[in-house]
């Protein structure tokens, strides 16, 4: 199992994850938002961890908080209070440019809407993130080239990403947010757009990232039926864990 993994880890540039345990802990987060409509509080008081390689889902009504809080894990915005660790590093005690590198390298975003830049390639959208990660021209291209590949979409290196359908075009957002080799991967309703089944396949690619990559994946989802398929549902309900349900596949 551990050489097939790491066969295949390595045809397709993914570095060897060996090291188990923690990856990130979550400790009395808290966000309020405060505008001139008042106060919003998104986020109470969220505990939890996750191992490395975990297949996190969280699921909660609209509005209960969840992209707040998948914004705060990924550094993207500033807890009121509380604090995320990852690998034991406490994110919001870094300077902005420690912030940014811990981002750029160990984490990758995919979105519900793809956000990807419509006037260039899919190519150059998956090499995007290398150009702040240092590789050269040539090593980028390789494997921006070689990561469409292994998601099966080589063939629309040279396309507009508008031209490409739904999955297709989350295919690519998932290049993308492989490219700099993250450890973790947050998805923030990554098949909200998409139909069944292709939601499905976008689905068992986070799987497979999870399962056989040990990437450490934290997907929100209104899906039941998705949230039951990952290793553990985490409930949010008013900014607040109801619950967490551990999963265990058949
Ligand atoms: N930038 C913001 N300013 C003010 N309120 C916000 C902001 N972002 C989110 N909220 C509020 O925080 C709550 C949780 O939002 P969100 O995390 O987006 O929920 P979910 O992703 O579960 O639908 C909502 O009441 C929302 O209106
Ligand atoms: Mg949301």
């Known amino acids: 199992m551990t050489m097939s993994v790491t066969k295949s880890g390595n045809s397709y540039g993914m570095g060897d994850i060996n090291s188990t345990g923690i990856i990130l802990k979550v400790e009395n987060l808290t966000k309020i938002y405060v505008s001139s409509m008042g106060k919003v509080v998104s986020l109470r008081n969220v505990n939890f961890s996750v191992n490395r390689g975990e297949f996190i889902s ?46 750029n390298t160990t984490i990758g975003f995919i979105f519900q809407s793809y956000n990807l830049i419509n006037r260039t390639t899919v190519l150059k959208n998956v090499e995007f993130p290398g150009i702040t990660g240092g590789m050269s021209d040539d090593d ?9 590949d292994f998601l099966g979409i080589k063939d629309k290196a040279k396309y507009k990403p508008s031209n490409l359908s739904g999955g297709q075009q989350q295919r690519v957002a998932i290049a993308r947010a492989l490219m700099n080799d993250p450890k973790m991967i947050l998805a923030d309703e990554p098949t909200g757009n998409l139909d069944t089944k292709t939601g499905r396949d976008v689905f068992n690619l986070l799987t497979m990232l999870s399962h056989e990559f040990k990437r450490t994946v ?18 949010i309900i008013d900014g607040a864990i109801e619950n967490e349900i551990v999963n265990i596949q058949t």
């Open 58 to 103: 969280i699921v909660g009504p609209s509005g209960s908080g969840k992209s707040t809080l998948l914004n705060m894990i990924g550094a993207l915005d500033r807890p009121s209070s509380g604090k995320v660790y990852i690998n034991g590093i406490d994110i919001f005690s870094l300077n902005d440019s420690q912030v940014a590198t811990m981002r």
């Open 140 to 148: 980028r291209k390789r494997r921006a080239m070689k990561l469409l």
């Open 218 to 235: 934290i997907m929100v989802t209104h899906n039941p039926e998705l949230a039951a398929a990952t290793d553990r549902a985490i409930h």
